[in-house]
Nanobody, 112 residues
Framework: QVQLVESGGGLVQPGGSLRLSCVAS????????MGWYRQAPGKQRELVAR???????NYADSVKGRFTISRDNAKNTVSLQMNSLKPEDTAVYYC??????WGQGTQVTVSS
């Protein structure tokens, strides 16, 4: 069973930046499709960004141009660079493998 460990969340002012990282266990990371999702209070979990094993990328419309997903197969890591953060980006962010396995989540709060 793949295990995921997320890091990088925190409190940031509007317009600021954060970088989330997710490290996956196992030796076949390069074959995984990886994603970042988020869930705000009272809302459903939603896809933020996804990067496939073939490096195809897609983003939620709400984060296009502000967020960048990337992966480093040598380090079993997927990252989410978040710029120009807005209060509506406040949520728990979850790393995901193959739309099946979830990390524990990391809180991102955008507030002045």
């Amino acid at each position: 069973q793949v295990q995921l460990v997320e890091s990088g969340g925190g409190l940031v002012q509007p317009g600021g930046s954060l970088r989330l990282s997710c490290v996956a266990s196992g030796s076949i990371f390069r074959f995984y499709d990886m994603g970042w999702y988020r869930q705000a209070p009272g809302k459903q979990r939603e896809l933020v960004a996804r990067i496939t094993r073939g490096l195809a990328i897609n983003y939620a419309d709400s984060v296009k141009g502000r967020f960048t997903i990337s992966r480093d197969n040598a380090k079993n890591t997927v990252s989410l660079q978040m710029n120009s953060l807005k209060p509506e980006d406040t949520a728990v962010y979850y790393c995901n493998v193959n739309d099946q396995i979830w990390g524990q989540g990391t809180q991102v709060t955008v507030s002045s």
